[in-house]
């Protein structure tokens, strides 16, 4: 961990994205069957030539509501410095993707980042750091 904060912020940030990008991908199910039970989409089954029923489109959407908890949890655990800014940059694309989906949308993704940010400084405070 200290060979981390020995690094510059821009590399600080760039390793916390990548790493948020990772677990969201990996913890996608939960997250697309919460997407599912909240949002209730229209379900699509496979076709002749496409037999898997969205895969693809399903995997994107949990690991995108994933990232929303996932990216904040991590911003704000690990960076030290500048974390607001960090998860602006980092949240402004999966937030508007929220904005154009609607309200409902918007309302979760704050949610679920407040949570986020609320676990981290949970941990923080467990550990005894601020």
Same mark, same amino acid.
């Given at each position: 961990?200290?060979?981390?904060?020995?690094?510059?912020?821009?590399?600080?940030? &760039?390793?916390?994205?990548? $790493?948020? #990008?990772?677990?969201? +991908?990996? /913890?996608?199910?939960?997250?697309? =069957?919460?997407? %599912? *039970?909240?949002?209730?989409?229209?379900?699509?089954?496979?076709?002749?030539?496409?037999?898997?029923?969205?895969?693809?489109?399903?995997?994107?959407?949990?690991? &995108?509501?994933?990232?929303? $908890?996932? #990216?904040?949890?991590? +911003?704000? /655990?690990?960076?030290?410095?500048? =974390?607001?800014? %960090? *998860?602006?940059?980092?949240?402004?694309?999966?937030?508007?993707?929220?904005?154009?989906?609607?309200?409902?949308?918007?309302?979760?993704?704050?949610?679920?980042?407040?949570?986020?940010?609320? $676990?981290?400084?949970?941990?923080?405070?467990?550990?005894?750091?601020?």
């Amino acid at each position: 961990m200290t060979k981390f904060k020995n690094l510059s912020l821009e590399y600080q940030a &760039i390793r916390v994205y990548l $790493l948020s #990008l990772i677990v969201s +991908v990996i /913890s996608y199910y939960p997250f697309n =069957q919460l997407y %599912i *039970w909240i949002f209730k989409p229209a379900t699509f089954g496979g076709d002749l030539f496409f037999p898997i029923p969205n895969l693809v489109g399903d995997a994107m959407m949990g690991t &995108i509501f994933a990232l929303y $908890l996932i #990216l904040p949890l991590l +911003v704000f /655990s690990i960076i030290q410095k500048k =974390q607001w800014l %960090i *998860w602006i940059i980092g949240a402004i694309i999966p937030l508007l993707m929220a904005l154009v989906n609607g309200g409902k949308e918007i309302f979760w993704a704050l949610l679920l980042s407040a949570f986020g940010w609320g $676990l981290a400084k949970g941990i923080l405070l467990i550990k005894g750091k601020k």
